[in-house]
Protein backbone atom coordinates (compact mmCIF):
# COMPACT_ATOMS: atom_id res chain seq x y z
CA UNK A 1 0.00 0.00 0.00
CA UNK A 2 1.40 3.57 -0.37
CA UNK A 3 1.58 6.23 2.37
CA UNK A 4 -2.02 7.80 1.60
CA UNK A 5 -3.57 3.76 2.07
CA UNK A 6 -1.22 3.38 5.03
CA UNK A 7 -2.59 6.63 6.61
CA UNK A 8 -6.14 5.56 5.90
CA UNK A 9 -6.06 1.94 7.46
CA UNK A 10 -4.29 3.09 10.55
CA UNK A 11 -6.07 6.87 10.90
CA UNK A 12 -2.28 8.47 11.39
CA UNK A 13 -2.13 11.47 9.27
CA UNK A 14 0.56 11.43 6.75
CA UNK A 15 2.44 13.99 7.60
CA UNK A 16 2.79 12.33 11.00
CA UNK A 17 3.58 9.45 9.31
CA UNK A 18 6.41 11.03 7.79
CA UNK A 19 7.54 12.10 10.60
CA UNK A 20 7.85 8.93 12.57
CA UNK A 21 9.80 7.95 9.80
CA UNK A 22 12.37 10.74 9.91
CA UNK A 23 12.27 9.73 13.65
CA UNK A 24 13.31 6.16 12.73
CA UNK A 25 10.28 4.96 14.70
CA UNK A 26 8.70 4.00 11.53
CA UNK A 27 11.03 1.51 8.78
CA UNK A 28 10.92 3.02 5.48
CA UNK A 29 8.67 1.06 3.32
CA UNK A 30 10.13 -0.67 0.09
CA UNK A 31 10.58 1.53 -2.86
CA UNK A 32 8.52 1.18 -5.89
CA UNK A 33 9.96 4.07 -7.56
CA UNK A 34 12.46 7.03 -6.58
CA UNK A 35 9.58 8.84 -4.58
CA UNK A 36 7.21 6.15 -3.61
CA UNK A 37 7.45 3.51 -1.40
CA UNK A 38 5.03 0.33 -0.53
CA UNK A 39 3.87 -0.26 2.69
CA UNK A 40 2.85 -3.96 4.47
CA UNK A 41 1.06 -5.31 7.09
CA UNK A 42 4.11 -4.83 9.46
CA UNK A 43 4.41 -0.87 9.08
CA UNK A 44 0.51 -0.99 10.04
CA UNK A 45 1.30 -3.00 13.48
CA UNK A 46 4.12 -0.79 13.78
CA UNK A 47 2.12 2.20 13.52
CA UNK A 48 -0.52 1.19 15.75
CA UNK A 49 1.84 0.28 18.51
CA UNK A 50 3.68 4.22 18.05
CA UNK A 51 -0.06 5.49 18.75
CA UNK A 52 -0.79 3.47 21.37
CA UNK A 53 2.42 4.66 23.41
CA UNK A 54 1.69 7.67 22.18
CA UNK A 55 -2.15 8.73 23.12
CA UNK A 56 -2.82 6.05 25.56
CA UNK A 57 0.05 5.60 27.39
CA UNK A 58 0.95 9.02 27.23
CA UNK A 59 5.04 7.91 26.45
CA UNK A 60 6.98 11.48 24.75
CA UNK A 61 8.36 10.29 21.50
CA UNK A 62 11.97 10.02 22.27
CA UNK A 63 10.70 7.46 25.01
CA UNK A 64 8.87 5.63 21.90
CA UNK A 65 12.02 5.39 20.43
CA UNK A 66 13.85 3.54 23.05
CA UNK A 67 11.40 1.41 23.34
CA UNK A 68 10.92 0.53 20.17
CA UNK A 69 14.74 0.27 19.63
CA UNK A 70 15.05 -1.94 22.51
CA UNK A 71 11.95 -4.29 21.39
CA UNK A 72 13.70 -4.38 17.93
CA UNK A 73 17.26 -5.74 19.41
CA UNK A 74 17.99 -9.20 18.24
CA UNK A 75 20.56 -9.58 20.85
CA UNK A 76 18.45 -9.12 24.26
CA UNK A 77 16.84 -11.47 25.65
CA UNK A 78 12.90 -10.91 25.95
CA UNK A 79 13.16 -10.75 29.27
CA UNK A 80 16.00 -7.68 28.68
CA UNK A 81 14.04 -6.13 25.88
CA UNK A 82 10.43 -6.43 28.33
CA UNK A 83 12.62 -5.08 31.28
CA UNK A 84 14.00 -2.11 29.24
CA UNK A 85 10.30 -0.96 28.03
CA UNK A 86 8.69 -1.29 31.47
CA UNK A 87 11.36 1.17 32.66
CA UNK A 88 10.92 3.42 29.92
CA UNK A 89 6.95 3.55 30.57
CA UNK A 90 7.11 3.53 34.12
CA UNK A 91 7.79 7.11 35.93
CA UNK A 92 10.77 7.37 38.51
CA UNK A 93 9.57 6.84 42.25
CA UNK A 94 9.99 9.65 44.04
CA UNK A 95 11.88 8.71 47.61
CA UNK A 96 10.36 10.45 50.49
CA UNK A 97 12.46 11.06 53.75
Do not use: C, F, W
Given at each position: ???????KATDVPVPTIKY?????????????????????????????????????????????????????????????????????LTPPRRVTT
Amino acid sequence: MRIGELSKATDVPVPTIKYYLREGLLPTGELSSPNQAAYGEAHVRRLRLIRALIDLAQVPVAQVKEILRSLDDDTESLHDQIGRAHRALTPPRRVTT
